[in-house]
Structure formats: C-alpha cells, structure tokens
C-alpha cells in the first residue's frame, strides 16, 4: 500500500512539474542549473561536486581531455544518467529523476546515429512522428529544419549519399525540429577533417545565433572551444577549474592547467624577490635570473613567496637587452607559425612563436629573451 502511495505521488509530483514547465513559471533566473552533481562508477568519483548557471540563449562549452567527466555532465542533464547526489533544474524545475523524453532536451552525437534505411526527410521526422505530430505540421517543421542547416535539397537522399558535415548537419536539423529549449552536442565535429570542422563551427554557432536556443557543447578542441564559446567551463578530474568567457580564459588563466591546456602558455617558477608599485619582481628557481610580473589584486603576494607565472609563447620577446640568457633547442613551423624550444639556464625549457618563417636565428643559438609584465599572469600551480 505504501508503495503504491509512492508510485502515486512520484506520478502527480511529476505532472505537476511538468505543467508548471510548460506554463513557463520559472522559479530561477537560469535555463539550466547543476547543484553540487557527484557521480561515481564503482570505486571510480567521475564527477565531484560540478555546479553551473546557465542563461537562456548561451553556448556553453565544456573543455577537458578524455577521462575528466564531460561526457557524463551532459548525459545527467540529458537524464541518461542519475547522479549520486545533487539537482539538475530546467527553468527553475527540478528535473533530476525525470525521464529523458521528459524533458525538453536534445542530443547531438558525435557518430551521427542515423537511420540507414531512411532517407534524410525521415530520419529528421522521426521524433514527431513518435509524438504523434500531425503529417502537415511535420511536413512543415523537417523542411523548415532542413532549410536552417542548407540541407533542403538533400531532403531525399539516404545517409550513405552524404558527406561526414552533410551528414553531421542532418543530425543536427533532427535535434532542432524538437525545438528544445537545450541543445547537447557531445563532440560532433570530432569524426571530421580539420577544414570542414572549422567550416562546421561557424555553421554552428551561425545557427545557434539565429534560432536562440542554449547549446551546451563538448570538446577536447581548444580551438574549436575559444572560437565558438560564449563561456568556457575547463574540467579536470570531475571537476570546475575555471569557467568565463574565452577572453578571460586565454588572457586570465586562474591555474597553470588552464594556461597550458588553452593556449599552451609557458609556466614560469622562482621566488618573489621584490614587489614594486603592483609589480613582483621574480628570481628564476635554480638561476640568478630575473623577471616580472604585473599582479591584480587577488594575488596577494610577498617577498620570498614561491611564484607560478604564465606567459604565452606569442608574448617571449626575443634578443633582449638585460634579458635571461636561453639557447634554441628547436625551431620549427606549424603553417605560417615558427615556434621556437628555448632552453632556460635551468634546463627548463619554454616556447616561443612568430607569424612568419623569416627569423635569423638556428638551433644551438644562445640568445636572451623576456617579456613585458602586462603578459603575465600569477596561476595557482597545479602541476
């Protein structure tokens, strides 16, 4: 009997969540919150305590390498998984034990997951149909989908006749003839080649734009990240490291993780020698060199306090007058890119990159860099 009453009460507890949903009360200013989610499998703590906001009409990008939980954050929102402890609220909603067709969300998958026997028209209508959406407004929703992701003339062909981003867009016009209210693409361009990838992200966020809808996006690409993001969450371990816009992430790293992860800044360690007017003047460890760094006012450093800094290779000025002595280990080019491995006196080694390939200088060289204190920035070390 108790049982029963629970059955009943879970069932009425969960229409009327979902009417107030669908009147549009929302009980918090965010479309999406994730309260202090933990997930672990077996022994494995996969998520620690990840919490997030999330306006309405933001691209949100969620950055870490294989392992560190992205795939899993968007399967509890999604509700594919059920976290051990912790809320997931859409539109004020608590919708952690709703059922995924419950919830006015949709997945983009990196392998696509098309229908093979189905033509492109189909397989975009199959989520209407299965909502037993009328033949004439479906007509009109998968045309209109398709036409959004420059696929109208497509509309007849089967998945075999298409191309890997043809294909991708298709699987994206499925997700959107929902009209969800969240969108969750977990790694879709990754299966594509590096030209059409980068065509696929301004298609992307050139669609993400125009319809209004909250994309929440994953990724290992730190390019595909800083190009396409109206915020970056950085995961490492299960958890939050830094979340901010791709300018504050690039040019404000908090940890020296984030600064290596995004942007492959050099770290740089010694001891506070000297602080003059906002300015750390620190001693290389292991070397009698020195250099700056500007603080902000949540540094709070003192004199003889160890020292992380992040200095991006773009930012090592080369052949410096009084500068720190280093010797060219490598010089190589990534397209119109010349990176040069500099050896420090310590044996630390550091990049630094030029646009251009014309710059006099060889491997075995012995020159003397620096950099101005405005481009580094004091990171918790993490390493």
């Given at each position: 009997?108790?049982?029963?009453?629970?059955?009943?009460?879970?069932?009425?507890?969960?229409?009327?969540?979902?009417?107030?949903?669908?009147?549009?009360?929302?009980?918090?200013?965010?479309?999406?919150?994730?309260?202090?989610i933990k997930k672990s499998f077996g022994n494995t703590e996969v998520l620690k305590?990840?919490?997030?906001?999330?306006?309405?009409?933001?691209?949100?990008?969620?950055?870490?390498?294989?392992?560190?939980?992205?795939?899993?954050?968007?399967?509890?929102?999604?509700?594919?998984?059920?976290?051990?402890?912790?809320?997931?609220?859409?539109?004020?909603?608590?919708?952690?034990?709703?059922?995924?067709?419950?919830?006015?969300?949709?997945?983009?998958?990196?392998?696509?997951?098309?229908?093979?026997?189905?033509?492109?028209?189909?397989?975009?209508?199959?989520?209407?149909?299965?909502?037993?959406?009328?033949?004439?407004?479906?007509?009109?929703?998968?045309?209109?989908?398709?036409?959004?992701?420059?696929?109208?003339?497509?509309?007849?062909?089967?998945?075999?006749?298409?191309?890997?981003?043809?294909?991708?867009?298709?699987?994206?016009?499925?997700?959107?003839?929902?009209?969800?209210?969240?969108?969750?693409?977990?790694?879709?361009?990754?299966?594509?080649?590096?030209?059409?990838?980068?065509?696929?992200?301004?298609?992307?966020?050139?669609?993400?734009?125009?319809?209004?809808?909250?994309?929440?996006?994953?990724?290992?690409?730190?390019?595909?990240?800083?190009?396409?993001?109206?915020?970056?969450?950085?995961?490492?371990?299960?958890?939050?490291?830094?979340?901010?816009?791709?300018?504050?992430?690039?040019?404000?790293?908090?940890?020296?993780?984030?600064?290596?992860?995004?942007?492959?800044?050099?770290?740089?360690?010694?001891?506070?020698?000297?602080?003059?007017?906002?300015?750390?003047?620190?001693?290389?460890?292991?070397?009698?060199?020195?250099?700056?760094?500007?603080?902000?006012?949540?540094?709070?450093?003192?004199?003889?306090?160890?020292?992380?800094?992040?200095?991006?290779?773009?930012?090592?000025?080369?052949?410096?007058?009084?500068?720190?002595s280093a010797t060219v280990k490598e010089k190589s080019f990534a397209g119109g890119?010349?990176?040069?491995?500099?050896?420090?006196?310590?044996?630390?080694?550091?990049?630094?990159?030029?646009?251009?390939?014309?710059?006099?200088?060889?491997?075995?060289?012995?020159?003397?860099?620096?950099?101005?204190?405005?481009?580094?920035?004091?990171?918790?070390?993490?390493?």
């Open positions: 009997m108790i049982y029963e009453l629970k059955i009943c009460f879970d069932y009425y507890k969960e229409r009327i969540a979902l009417k107030y949903w669908a009147m549009g009360k929302k009980l918090g200013n965010f479309i999406l919150e994730l309260n202090n305590g990840i919490s997030l906001s999330v306006k309405q009409g933001e691209f949100i990008t969620f950055l870490g390498s294989s392992g560190c939980g992205k795939t899993t954050t968007l399967r509890i929102i999604a509700g594919l998984e059920q976290p051990d402890s912790g809320t997931v609220m859409l539109e004020g909603v608590d919708v952690t034990k709703m059922a995924p067709d419950r919830r006015n969300v949709n997945t983009v998958f990196q392998n696509y997951a098309l229908f093979p026997h189905m033509n492109v028209f189909k397989n975009v209508a199959y989520g209407l149909k299965i909502r037993k959406v009328s033949k004439t407004e479906i007509q009109k929703r998968v045309m209109e989908s398709l036409e959004l992701v420059q696929l109208r003339d497509y509309a007849f062909r089967k998945p075999s006749e298409l191309s890997g981003g043809q294909k991708q867009r298709v699987a994206i016009a499925r997700a959107i003839v929902n009209n969800p209210k969240l969108l969750l693409l977990d790694e879709p361009l990754g299966a594509l080649d590096l030209q059409l990838r980068r065509q696929m992200q301004l298609e992307l966020k050139r669609l993400q734009k125009k319809l209004g809808i909250t994309f929440l996006y994953i990724t290992h690409d730190q390019e595909e990240a800083i190009n396409m993001s109206d915020r970056i969450v950085v995961m490492r371990d299960g958890t939050f490291i830094q979340t901010g816009t791709p300018n504050e992430i690039y040019d404000a790293p908090k940890t020296s993780f984030v600064a290596q992860f995004v942007g492959n800044a050099n770290i740089i360690r010694g001891v506070v020698n000297q602080l003059d007017h906002g300015v750390a003047i620190i001693k290389l460890e292991e070397t009698t060199a020195y250099a700056s760094v500007k603080l902000s006012k949540k540094d709070g450093v003192h004199i003889g306090d160890p020292i992380a800094v992040a200095v991006r290779s773009e930012n090592i000025q080369l052949n410096v007058e009084n500068g720190i890119l010349l990176r040069l491995t500099l050896i420090l006196p310590n044996g630390k080694e550091i990049v630094a990159s030029r646009h251009g390939i014309n710059y006099e200088v060889e491997e075995g060289d012995c020159i003397t860099i620096g950099w101005d204190a405005d481009f580094a920035v004091v990171v918790e070390d993490q390493d």
